[in-house]
């Protein structure tokens, strides 16, 4: 079946970049997704691509998707102690929109 | 911002007993969803909901739970006779029509403890 895989956690200085990344394995994604959730919180949508581009950029935030490789990668530049959360990155196909997450990635902010 | 709600936030009860979680989702969307996070575990797609009936569930969704959208705007999962390893957070989502494209929207979640 779908599989979303992530590297379990990742640990950056305050003002540094993060690079979180994400391997999936349907060819037939159609939205990729990152969502934030901060402890005992729920899912904040983050930011989102579609599978026709390569690059999106939200402020901090830039999404890169390799979909040849079927490699998904968030940087979140100039990185503050108030973005120490998990990062869950998600696929979604097929007509009712189900969305697969991955494992997660706990982002550790360093003062 | 348009959000979706779900109440309660958390809820704890003994095994055995019926729960119904209860969730608000975007006024203007069709596609309906619940998901559990187990402490510590992925984020699991449980049904999809679109035009009254489940259009798609997992095999985690088996006869204990159910769905409802008893009218315009509530959408609500029922798990009855509720085990230990139900304890989990339950996410309500909602999209827009598929026609438009979307992005999928997560409520805070509704903790459940089953003891």
């Known amino acids: 079946g779908e599989d979303v895989e992530q590297s379990l956690f990742l640990s950056v200085r305050e003002g540094d970049s993060s690079v979180i990344n994400c391997t999936y394995t349907?060819?037939?994604?159609?939205?990729l997704y990152w969502y934030k959730q901060e402890p005992g919180a729920g899912l904040q949508l983050l930011t989102y691509?579609?599978?026709?581009?390569d690059m999106k950029q939200d402020q901090r935030l830039t999404v890169l998707l390799n979909k040849k490789d079927k490699h998904l990668s968030l940087r979140i530049a100039d990185t503050q102690t108030g973005d120490s959360a998990i990062y869950f990155c998600?696929?979604?196909?097929?007509?009712?929109?189900?969305?697969?997450f991955g494992t997660g990635t706990k982002l550790q902010v360093i003062p | 911002e348009p959000e979706v709600t779900q109440t309660p936030s958390h809820q704890v009860t003994q095994m055995g007993q019926e729960v119904i979680l209860r969730c608000v989702p975007i006024?203007?969307?069709?596609?309906f969803y619940w998901y559990r996070q187990i402490l510590g575990q992925k984020v699991e797609f449980l049904v999809s909901?679109?035009?009254?009936?489940?259009?798609?569930k997992s095999e985690i969704f088996d006869d204990q739970f159910s769905v409802e959208r008893p009218d315009g705007s509530n959408f609500t999962l029922k798990i009855r006779s509720t085990k230990l390893e139900d304890s989990a957070m339950y996410f309500c989502?909602?999209?827009?029509?598929?026609?438009?494209?979307?992005?999928?929207?997560f409520g805070e979640g509704s903790w459940l403890t089953v003891v």
């Open positions: 691509i579609f599978s026709n581009m």
């Open positions: 989502a909602s999209s827009e029509a598929r026609s438009s494209g979307n992005t999928i929207y």
């Open positions: 349907d060819s037939s994604s159609t939205y």
């Open positions: 006024s203007n969307h069709l596609y």
């Open positions: 909901f679109y035009n009254n009936e489940i259009s798609e």
């Open positions: 998600a696929d979604s196909s097929g007509g009712y929109q189900k969305v697969t």
